[in-house]
């Protein structure tokens, strides 16, 4: 059974190129554009892993994490932050809010 990823990102190249790369790695991947967005689709597909981006409209990364957290079902996903952003203060703030990596 191939593994399920959710990816949050709002850059539609960032989303599409991550996407493909994923795929041809074998893995079933869902997308999302948002946090709002992406809460949605990981309620109804439970990924293994999702990575998410922290700056984005609607809901940002962050957010998102903490509505993740909430939710018994998705208990067992994983969180990664992907994003381009690399000031340690929002690494840190992403890790003591428990992102897995």
Known sequence: MKQKILVVEDNG???E???ELL???DYNVSTAKNGEEG???ALQETPDLILCDI???VMDGYNLLENIRKQPSLSHSR???FTASCEKKEIEMGMRMGADD
């Open 13 to 15: 190249d960032i989303r």
């Open 17 to 19: 190129n991550t996407t």
């Open 23 to 25: 795929e041809l790695s």
């Open 39 to 41: 809460l949605v689709v």
């Open 55 to 57: 700056r984005m409209p």
């Open 79 to 81: 969180f990664v932050f």
